[in-house]
């Protein structure tokens, strides 16, 4: 029977997308310090946040990433802490370090087992006295690893996922955002405008420009034209200083012969006054 299609992988391809793990610790205030927040365990001496990020401007991580489960120190009501949607992190308090398992659960298009990294939480200064200054500085202690995750011959469905221009849908800037927007070019729903405007998808520059519209094949032609252009007045002057160069180089060639006429000729007489004056 033949495998149904959703599970049909595309052969010889691997893409791979990178992840932020990290945490972030901030000291709390002190017991007794109005600031300090209420109903906080009286040991507990920072505020946490583990995560799972996508780093900027990578394509959107939730194309293939579904949820994300942290299985935080087991003294921790419920240690299991599932995320089913960004931001995939927990936040809680406490005073020590510890390792958090960090379970990655994948799109069901993408018909993969979920995966598993491990993330220490540092809670306390590390790094080399600049690192450390700064995190003193800033009061918080922050550790990142970046992790790659591979699908080695992914799904059809997740091949498309990974492939699709979608995945930089949420870069777009909202309609409302004055120039910017604008420059952008933006459909009514805000994401940027491309392709033809029949909606055939292409990488092509539209043909005519118009304020909304910086880069199109009309713009490119007269960017051409105007390079063309350049290069023509440079070629010119480029002709004009190669010939006067020669001229200045025939110039160079008459004086050189003249001097070494008159050079010969003072040579020979001084030559001759010395063999006189020998005699
Ligand atoms: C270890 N580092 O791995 C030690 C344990 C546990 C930290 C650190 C409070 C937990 C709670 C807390 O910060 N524990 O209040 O349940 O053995």
């Known amino acids: 029977m033949p495998a149904p299609a959703s599970n049909k992988r ?17 000291q709390l205030p002190p017991l007794g310090d109005p600031a300090r927040p ?13 995560y799972v990020r996508q780093p900027e401007g990578d394509p959107a991580l939730s194309t293939w990433l579904n949820k994300v489960q942290f ?21 809680e308090t406490g005073w020590g370090g510890f390792a958090i398992d960090v379970r990655l659960h994948f799109q069901p298009i993408s018909g993969e087992k979920a995966q598993y990294r491990q993330h220490f939480l540092q809670l306390e200064k590390y790094g080399d006295e600049k690192q450390q200054a ?14 790659v995750v591979h699908f080695n011959e992914p799904t059809e469905a997740l091949f498309e996922a990974l492939t699709s221009e979608d995945q930089w849908n949420y870069l777009a800037i909202p309609a409302k955002g004055g120039k910017k927007a604008a420059m952008m070019a933006l459909r009514p729903d805000g994401r940027p405008k491309r392709g033809f405007p029949n ?7 539209p043909e005519k420009g118009s304020d909304e519209v910086p880069f199109s094949q009309d713009q490119e032609q007269a960017l051409i034209q105007f390079i063309r252009e350049k290069i023509g007045v440079v070629e010119k002057e480029l002709d004009q200083e190669t010939k006067r160069r020669e001229e200045t180089e025939k110039k160079l060639k008459g004086l050189r012969a003249e001097l070494g006429h008159e050079a010969a000729q003072q040579a020979a007489q001084q030559a001759s006054g010395d063999r006189s004056r020998r005699r």
Not at 84 to 89: M, R
Not at 134 to 147: K, T, W, Y
Not at 199 to 205: F, H
């Open 10 to 26: 595309v052969k010889n391809k691997r893409i791979s997308r990178n992840i932020i793990i990290g945490s972030e610790a901030i």
């Open 134 to 147: 700064q995190q003193e500085a800033s009061g918080m202690v922050r550790s990142e690893f970046l992790e």
């Open 199 to 205: 909606g055939e998808r292409s990488a092509q520059l």
């Open 38 to 50: 209420k109903g906080i365990p009286e040991d507990h001496t920072k505020r946490w946040t583990v």
């Open 71 to 91: 299985k935080i120190f087991n003294t921790y009501e419920n240690p299991l802490r599932t995320c089913e949607n960004p931001p995939f992190e927990v936040t």
